[in-house]
């Protein structure tokens, strides 16, 4: 038995690789639910109604997926030209904070060129956090996978350390949590009385974009050619530096936006428990989109289900809510396995 | 300047500085014989985790010490397993593998101890590992308490990079570890097995690992906490690079790591709040950071790091 490379890949096998590795990760939940003593059909009906059950459970879930959705097509822009940006969670963190600086105090009348000014700052801050370590690669060759990990670490501190200090609200009796933003940069709600706001349009509208940017540009060409093989296209005459230059430019500023859309979206303030790792999710969702931004706005939506609807089972069952971590872990593996199938046949001898 | 000679000749320094060190010496050696062998693991972070959790819970259930230590490290090692399972079986990202093995073993150790323990609120505590001072070497001053006056655990890291360094130096099997993480085609075609030789450096090297993580609940602090890894996985694959792939230079990194650590505490302590107490906490990332910068330039890779294996392909 050995493995053969497939020559094309078909749309079924497309759809069906991710379909299967969300079945194969909701059948291994069965482990931690058997090992938590909970009836299986109870746990499962109670995670679907939690995440789709109604117009509440439904907006939810699409709140939960939009900064999915940004930190899922962050990870496919640096993953499709092989940097391996790991640090989302940091620059989701950047953005935030940038969010909180330049939109605290309403500085002008007009709400619209606040909230942009606002995102593009978020998605700035974003940006030059990976530059940092992208900058290291290219230049001095210094793996990318720890320095992006580890700044994680330092922007969290740096982050609690300007909430104790400079960034604290003053009426926040102590808390480490920062001013509220100004009310006219907050993005407004799309339904009223739930908490799904203008972010998730603007998510979408990333995710078409990346898209026709990674096919349709010759920036997105040459960030593919520098994925599927760098010697290939640095011979091609290619600047590879430049391109992982803009691809950081890129990823690091889409992680920074879902920073700025929970604060000015969901939270309306920056604390340290403003994310629940969705940089690292965010590696998830790529995964399970095969890297095509138009598959992460549908893979984003089914891991918030699974965190939404896990949350609320959780809640109802008493079982702890990291069975959605485990349900995610089993889905990018399952991934994996299933990614291998869309690009090999097994055959014989 | 004063503060700085007082600490440096101060016993407890020194001390935690062996302490500190030896969860890192662990992790350093386990991720250096995966390495080694051609794989990088990224679930270290999870696997200390999962190792802390397990050891812990393993005595917190009346196993005694010594059976939480084979608890952590068997848990270790089938996460290995699993992570070799994909990137030398299936020959799939290894980057990617890793940051799985990470949230699976973490989010199956935070859900394991959640579901055994749902309403505590203080984490139980254990009674740990006890300083086993060995007589005589114990009784140098500075050095012989810091090295001699530790726990079982700490003398267990020493003698481990002593025997990895042997058996990768000096035997056919570290050979032929080595052998497949340079260059696997020509192991193979020597009639060794790349799968089996690199399925069990990932697995050894991840029952180092839980061991790294189950020193930090059975010997430094005493019960298990969410996040108290704290990202010590990822320092210790910036410290194998420092290393140069090396067990005595990883043994050495870890030990100036473990200084540092204790240096900057006692610095905060002396310097009071002058400073906020987060860029103190930032240190140790930064200079790891700081350490792999240092080092890349000439960096000499295992030639098969993260190139994965399938007979027969070129």
Known sequence: MRLEPRQDVGLVLLVAAPAGAIVAALVLAAIPLAFAQVSLLDAYRLMAT???????????????????????????????????????????????????????????????????????????????????????????????????????????????????????????????????????????????????????????????????????????????????????????????????????????????????????????????????????????????????????????????????????????????????????????????????????????? | MDAIVDILLAVSFWTAAVRIATPLIFGTLGELICERAGVLNLGIEGIFTVGAMAGWMAVYQGLGLWGGVFVAVGTGMGFGLIHAGFTVG??????????????????????????????????????????LPIPLLSDIPLLGPALFSQTALTYLAFGSVVVVAFVLYRTPLGLAV???????????????????????????????????????????FNAFFFEMVGGRGWICIALVVFASWRPGKALLGAFLFGAFDAFQVRLQQSIGAAIPYQIFLMLPYLLSILALILVSRRAAYPRALMVPYRKGER
């Not at chain 1, 920073?259 to 940089?279: C, K, N």
Request: glycine share 12%; hydrophobic share 55%; net charge neutral.
């Open chain 2, 178 to 220: 080595r052998a497949v993480g340079e260059n696997p085609a020509a192991a193979e075609a020597q009639g060794i097995s790349v799968v089996a030789v690199r399925t069990g450096a990932v697995a050894v090297g991840s029952g180092f690992m839980a061991l790294g993580g189950a020193f930090l609940t059975m010997s430094a």
């Open chain 1, 50 to 349: 939690g995440a789709l059950g109604g117009q509440f459970a439904i907006t939810e879930t699409l709140t939960r997926a939009t900064p999915l959705i940004l930190t899922g097509l962050a990870v496919t822009a640096a993953f499709r030209a092989r940097l391996w940006n790991i640090g989302a969670e940091g620059q989701l963190y950047a953005g935030a904070m940038a969010a909180v600086l330049v939109a605290s105090h309403a500085w002008i009348d007009s709400s619209l060129v606040m909230i942009a000014v606002m995102l593009l700052t978020g998605a700035a801050a974003g940006a030059l956090l990976l530059i940092v370590p992208t900058l290291l690669k290219t230049r001095l060759g210094v793996d990318e996978v720890v320095t992006t990990l580890l700044l994680n670490f330092v922007v969290l501190l740096f982050v609690s350390m300007m909430l104790e200090g400079p960034l604290q609200d003053p009426m926040s009796m102590g808390w480490p949590q920062s001013e509220p933003i100004a009310a006219i940069a907050e993005l407004p709600d799309l339904i009223a009385r739930t908490r799904l706001h203008v972010g998730f349009i603007l998510a979408l509208i990333a995710a078409l974009a990346l898209w026709l940017v990674i096919n349709r540009t010759r920036w997105g060409f040459e960030m593919r050619a520098v994925g599927a093989n760098v010697d290939a296209a640095r011979f091609a005459g290619m600047p590879v530096g430049r391109v992982m230059l803009l691809t950081a430019v890129l990823s690091g500023g889409l992680a920074g936006l879902a920073g700025v859309g929970e604060v000015a979206g969901v939270r309306g303030y920056l604390a340290l428990d403003l994310s629940p790792g969705f940089g690292y999710t965010g590696i998830v969702v790529a995964m399970l989109a095969q890297l095509n931004p138009l598959g992460v706005v549908a893979s984003a939506i089914f891991i918030a289900a699974i965190f939404v609807g896990a949350d609320s089972m959780g809640r109802a069952l008493g079982v702890s809510s990291y069975i959605a971590d485990l349900v995610v872990a089993f889905a990018l593996l399952a991934m994996l396995v299933a990614g291998l199938v869309t690009r090999y046949r097994l055959r014989r001898g």
């Open chain 2, 90 to 131: 299936l020959g799939v990202s290894q980057h990617v593998t890793g940051i799985g093995i990470t949230l699976l073993a973490s989010s199956a150790a935070y859900f394991t101890y959640r579901t055994v323990l749902p309403d505590v609120n203080t984490p139980p505590r254990i009674e740990p590992f006890q300083q």
